[in-house]
């Protein structure tokens, strides 16, 4: 049983990385097409692709009434995404932090944070709250789209015309590679997370600390795997795009999903700490994007560092 489970990990891993493999070849060529930065892709297409498995599983975990594992399922994703994912990207490839661009959506992030954990604060996360919570990224979406399309010259208008008469009839397939990217990345994440999900409740550990760690790192893999992919090819916009974009989706989108089709009870164990360190770990990628400094090798280990330590307190508070 357990050699199977260890299989279908496996399984899932392969599938993960190549969905994250089509779906940045996909979304920087639509981006080019589109006349759209990488930067607004990777906060819009990547973000919502491969914030799937995270909404999947915080639905169905919250249906099956076992709400630690959905939100601890998102508050752990979002402290994944920087630590490790962002942390993993810069080891790779060092990432400049233009502040024009992603003081915004870094902002965004920081408000996006900010209101959940007051919303979270109240012990449970109701249907108004849900529905409050999605006006919100409904708001940021339109405001970024527009943002971004006002920025363009004049002359980068013109590229962009003459951009789309050459990719307009490989637009579709471009969409096709997102699309399979995100049904690799959806079958790859749940052969995953089912697989982690067994074999810890076989360990004895709380559904606080499955969804915190296994679940979290699990749902997280698809933008792991798009992070390393698009930073190998030199695409660092996609990879801090995606970590941005994911942590407000997973916020604003499947927190207000899920607590509008049921009600979500914050674990009190999740309101004293985990919160918290995802505040602080926020914040650090803030001052880093703020000061516009390149988010270099050594910022990345530290993240890594801090990840580590993280998971060993998890662990050891049970």
């Known amino acids: 049983m357990i050699v199977l489970t260890l299989f279908l990990v496996f399984c ?21 097409a589109l006349g ?5 892709i990777g906060l819009t297409v990547v973000a919502a692709a491969t914030s799937m498995p995270e909404l999947v599983v915080a639905l169905a975990a919250a249906l099956e009434g076992s709400p630690d594992i959905a939100i601890g399922n998102v508050v752990g994703s979002n402290i994944a995404n920087i630590a490790l994912i962002l942390g993993t990207a810069t080891v790779i490839c060092p ?20 209101l959940f954990i007051v919303v979270a604060c109240t012990g449970t996360i109701g249907r108004l709250e849900g529905l409050g919570l999605l006006a919100m990224l409904g708001l940021y979406l339109a405001y970024s789209y527009y943002n971004d399309r006002g920025r363009q010259t004049a002359r980068e208008e013109e590229e962009v015309t003459e951009a789309e008469s050459q990719h307009c009839d490989s637009l579709w397939k471009c969409a096709g590679l997102v699309v399979l990217g995100v049904v690799l990345l959806v079958i790859g994440s749940h052969l995953l997370v089912e697989g982690a999900i067994d074999l810890a409740r076989a360990a004895g550990v709380s559904e606080a600390v499955i969804g915190l760690t296994l679940v979290a790192v699990g749902t997280s893999l698809p933008e792991l795997a798009t992070a390393i992919v698009a930073s190998y090819r030199r695409h660092p916009e996609v990879a801090l795009g995606n970590v941005l ?26 309101l004293t700490f985990d919160l918290w360190v995802m505040a602080a770990i926020t914040l650090a990628l803030l001052g880093f994007l703020y000061l516009g400094r390149t988010i270099g090798r050594w910022h990345g280990l530290c993240f890594l560092v801090a990840y580590s330590a993280y998971m060993v307190l998890l662990f050891v508070r049970g």
């Open 12 to 32: 899932g891993l392969v599938l993960l990385f190549g969905g994250g493999e089509l779906l940045t070849r996909g979304a920087v060529s639509m981006a080019q």
């Open 36 to 40: 759209m930065s990488q930067l607004l």
């Open 95 to 114: 990432m400049a932090a233009n502040p024009h661009k992603v003081t915004r959506d870094g902002l965004a992030m920081v408000g996006a944070t900010a």
């Open 245 to 270: 974009g994911s942590n407000v989706f997973n916020l604003l989108a499947i927190i207000g999903i899920v607590a509008f089709v049921k009600p979500l009870k914050v674990a009190p164990e999740i």
